[in-house]
C-alpha cells in the first residue's frame, strides 16, 4: 500500500534522500486503491463525526458503497441509512450534516468524487480532469447514486449546481495515476471551506508523500503541511 504512494512521486533525481526511497521500495503499480481511501476515511473521522462546535463534518462514504450499489442496490443503499442512524447523522427524518462526497472508481481505472448536498437538494461530478465542466458522462454515472439516495431518505428531486469552492481545485493534466490522489485532496478541500478560505495547494507528489506519513503516523489528514 504504500510502495503504491512511493511508485509515483517523482523524486528529486540528485537529492540524498532520493536513494533511499529508491532503494528501500519497489516501484510498482502507483494508483491509489479502495484500501487507500478506507485508511483516509478513518484517519479524518478518528474523532467522531462532529466538531466539538457540534456541527457536523462533511461525510465521506467508502469508495466500496459506488461498487455495491451497482450490484446490490437495496442492500447497500438499507446499509447506509442504518449507517447514518447509528451514527446520529439521521434523526426524526432530517439529516444533521449538509454534505456527502462519495468516491466513485469509473472502470477500474479512474477516480471521481460526486458530492451531493443533502440541504440544497443539488449534486455535481467532479472529474479531476475537467472539475469545473463534467462531461455527460460524469453525469451519466451519478444516476443510481442520486436516484437511490433520493428514494431511500424522500428528497425532493436533485439538480445539478456546481460548489463555488471548485473554481479553486486543482487540476490533472498530461499525467494518468493521481486521479485518486486529486480526489483526497477534493475531499480535504471542502473540509477546510467550512471554516477558512483555501489560500493554495501543495503539489500532488507532495500529497502522495503525505499520504505516506499520515499512513505510518496515524495523523489527522491535512491540506498543508
Known amino acids: 500500500m504504500i510502495s503504491n504512494l512511493l511508485s509515483g512521486i517523482a523524486f528529486h533525481p540528485s537529492h540524498p534522500s532520493t536513494l533511499f526511497f529508491t532503494t528501500h521500495f519497489s516501484k510498482g ?5 479502495d484500501k487507500h481511501f478506507d485508511c483516509f476515511h478513518e484517519l479524518l473521522y478518528s474523532d467522531g463525526y462532529f466538531y466539538p462546535s457540534g456541527i457536523s463534518k462533511p461525510i465521506i462514504l467508502p469508495p466500496s458503497f459506488f461498487t455495491y450499489l451497482h450490484s446490490d442496490t437495496t442492500d447497500t ?3 447506509l441509512k442504518q449507517k447514518f442512524i447509528s451514527e446520529g447523522l439521521w434523526l426524526d427524518g432530517h439529516f444533521l450534516f449538509e454534505t456527502m462526497l462519495i468516491p ?12 451531493i448536498n443533502v440541504w440544497d437538494n443539488t449534486f455535481f461530478p467532479i472529474n479531476p480532469y475537467h ?3 463534467p462531461h455527460q458522462g460524469d453525469f451519466d454515472r451519478c444516476n443510481i447514486v442520486i436516484k437511490s439516495v433520493s428514494r431511500e431518505f424522500t428528497l425532493p428531486a436533485l439538480h445539478p449546481s456546481m460548489p463555488a469552492i471548485i473554481d479553486q481545485f486543482p487540476i490533472q493534466v498530461q499525467e494518468t495515476i493521481n486521479c485518486g490522489i486529486f480526489v483526497v485532496v477534493f475531499c480535504l478541500a471542502f473540509f477546510v471551506s467550512n471554516s477558512q478560505s483555501i489560500s493554495e495547494f501543495l503539489t500532488i507528489d507532495e500529497y502522495r508523500f503525505l499520504m ?3 499512513l ?6 491535512s491540506l498543508s503541511i
Open 104 to 115: 466513485a472508481c469509473i472502470g477500474n481505472d479512474h477516480w471521481i468524487l460526486i458530492v
Open 77 to 79: 443503499i438499507n446499509w
Open 29 to 33: 503499480d502507483a494508483y491509489l486503491e
Open 216 to 221: 505510518l503516523t496515524k495523523s489527522k489528514p
Open 212 to 214: 505516506v506519513v499520515w
Open 131 to 133: 472539475p469545473t465542466e
